[in-house]
């Protein structure tokens, strides 16, 4: 079967990275002439529908911006079978024939559930916990990583002016 149609989620905790890998998807997507679908709020957007389509336009500009450009939610309605379902429905409306999620264990989790049922799904790792089993380092994590020892620095220098001690 030949892929013409992708979905692409972002999931769960939003991760640093998350609309670069969304970018690379897109464009990557582009060039080998395959239709990509943005799925809005996760497994929660998939359930409602909340599919649209995203091309090289939508992602231009995006790869400094925080957060995700797809938002994300946690959904409780995704856990259970008919949740589940239902999200295929959907997916089979919009003429999706393969999901990229992106996102933590969890989401990984939910793109295991959808491929139980036979939906072809490519997982990319997004968590700044990097608490991912299989992989040495997740989308997010150095950002993450490096966000935390800049304000650390920044903090012993505050420290050092006033010749205090900080306990972080």
């Given at each position: 079967?030949?892929?013409?149609?992708?979905?692409?989620?972002?999931?769960?905790?939003?991760?640093?990275?998350?609309?670069?890998?969304?970018?690379a998807i897109v464009r990557t997507a582009a060039y080998h002439n395959i239709e990509v679908m943005g799925i809005v709020r996760g497994y929660e957007g998939m359930i409602h529908g909340d599919i649209r389509e995203l091309t090289t336009r939508d992602v231009g500009g995006i790869i400094q911006q925080g957060g995700t450009i797809l938002q994300t939610a946690r959904s409780e309605d995704f856990r259970t079978k008919r949740g589940q379902r239902e999200a295929i429905r959907q997916l089979n409306e919009s003429g999706i024939d393969a999901v990229v999620v992106v996102?933590?264990?969890?989401?990984?989790?939910?793109?295991?559930?959808?491929?139980?049922?036979?939906?072809?799904?490519?997982?990319?790792?997004?968590?700044?916990?990097?608490?991912?089993?299989?992989?040495?380092?997740?989308?997010?994590?150095?950002?993450?990583?490096?966000?935390?020892?800049?304000?650390?620095?920044?903090?012993?220098?505050?420290?050092?002016?006033?010749?205090?001690?900080?306990?972080?």
């Open positions: 079967m030949t892929i013409r149609k992708i979905g692409v989620l972002t999931s769960g905790g939003d991760a640093p990275g998350m609309n670069a890998c969304v970018r996102g933590g264990d969890g989401s990984l989790n939910g793109a295991r559930a959808l491929a139980s049922y036979g939906v072809k799904v490519l997982g990319v790792p997004a968590s700044i916990d990097n608490d991912i089993w299989g992989t040495s380092m997740s989308i997010g994590v150095d950002t993450a990583l490096n966000t935390i020892i800049h304000a650390v620095d920044q903090l012993r220098d505050t420290a050092s002016s006033h010749n205090r001690a900080f306990i972080v």
